[in-house]
């Protein structure tokens, strides 16, 4: 992979530190690999696996949240998309704040959050409870989930350090393909009237075993220059000024997956303050100060704007694929929570088998694997756009099975090589920042997908009046997003070529 030249925070570090910085993200001092570091990545993947679980585990749950709750459907969507929104909001400054004050401090108060709001929403006894608890649950996850790609690039070097990716890649091909397959498992064997609610309640026990793992094993330390970011403080203004360009996005999407038009105008704002906050950094930056996210870092180094991009497209047409067909068989087909949640079960085991190859694989192939991983992952979701109208709908499994097989063993090599390419060339010191940029565009990226991918589906199930060919015009719709997602891999791909041939020259 291309070798290239990263400079850190403007004024964050001493003068010492950065001419060490300048010389690469990982030649501040011999590294010195942590004995624990597997251990301590197998708990970090575990929250993480925790906290993106509950972003599609309540997909099949949506008629026994409002039957229990007896609400409308306007409701229940808040209940299943405000977690995802709040979740995008505090992601990049809950990577900051584990660059900043260490990935254990951040992890202990992010898991704590998470149990107690999680309990909050398996008992609550009114819609409106269940709405704030979710929302504290996902704010309590945008804290947990930057400190995965944190650790990862602390307590791992080299090819190393695409392994732990590809453990973590599995972790979120795996966790979102699950989610409804478990959902649906606790709704079968609990009933339809509660069951929804221990599908929060199992995260208690789940978390606090994690948070004695977590106290016994994480380093307390941040990492690098951890103290000094400290020391300057919090950038309080660049956190609001991204925060409300991320709700600016996500409040108009998850308004539109439950059918409210009018925040769409709030788009028009999200540029307006996303600029302000590049602005806002740049100028923290030539002061001396810690920004909140190194702005910079979109410039100088190779594949990390486009690598965002890539993820953001990827996560749009892939995760409202679940979605869609969940809804697609319960309501059209009448298939069971269960039985709709093994539909994507295939998905889950292909992305477990190429995953971890990917990560040992994308040190010697770089952005290729990307590419190729693409392209497999679209034929499967056409081959399922070209055979679904003409299935047996009681058989439908038939046409299901071996598509999303096709396409997970695809989409297991996307996420862990894409990782590890757009951050590789990032400062450890900015690794959680940095990372949690990468992971607000793939929350972006699943909203907007939610929205795009519902929408086109209830447009056309109103217009031809057919599920199968509504459901086949959803995922071409999720097919053209994928292949801008592939441009976009590509340019990556001639822009890594190019810096290799000047370094050969």
Known sequence: MAQVSAVGDAGAVTDDTAARSSAGPDSTDEHRPDPRRWRILGVSLVIGFMSLLDVTIVNVAIPSIRAGLDTSAGTVQWIVSGYALAFGLTLVTGG?????????????????????????????????????????????????????????????????????????????????????????????????????????????????????????????????????????????????????????????????????????????????????????????????????????????VPGYANGIAVGTLYFTGFTGIFLVLSVFVQEELGYSPLAAGFLTMPFAIGSALTAQLAGRLVSRIGRRITVIALLVMMSGVAGLALLTPYADPDRLWVVVVPTLLLAGLGGGGVISPNFTLSLDQVPTRMGGAAGAALQTGQRIGSALGAALLMTTYQLTLGQVDEPA?????????????????????LRSRRQDDRVASLRGA
């Open 469 to 489: 060919r509504a459901f086949q015009a959803t995922l071409v719709a999720a097919l053209l997003v994928l292949l801008v997602a592939l441009a976009m891999a």
């Open 96 to 300: 900051r704040l584990g660059d900043a004050y260490g990935r254990r401090r951040l992890m202990v108060v992010g898991l704590v959050g998470f149990v107690v709001a999680s309990a909050g929403v398996g008992l609550a006894p009114t819609a409106g409870l269940v709405i704030a608890a979710r929302l504290l649950q996902g704010a309590a996850a945008g804290l947990l989930t930057p400190q995965n790609s944190g650790l990862i690039q602390d307590l791992f070097r080299g090819p190393e350090r695409g392994r732990a990716f590809g453990l973590f890649g599995l972790t979120v091909s795996v966790s979102s393909a699950a989610g409804p397959l478990i959902g649906g498992g606790i709704i079968a064997l609990l009933g339809p009237e509660n069951g929804w609610r221990w599908l929060f309640l199992v995260n208690v026990p789940i978390g606090l075993v994690a948070l004695v793992a977590v106290i016994r094993l994480v380093p307390s330390k941040p990492a690098g220059d951890g103290d000094r970011l400290a020391a300057r403080g919090l950038d309080l203004p660049g956190a609001a000024l991204l925060g409300l360009g991320v709700l600016a996005i996500l409040y108009p999407l998850v308004s539109l997956e439950g059918g409210a038009r009018l925040p769409l105008l709030l788009l028009v704002l999200a540029p307006l303050l996303l600029v302000g906050f590049v602005r806002w950094e740049r100028r923290v930056a030539a002061r001396g100060r810690a920004p909140l996210l190194d702005v910079g870092l979109l410039r100088r």
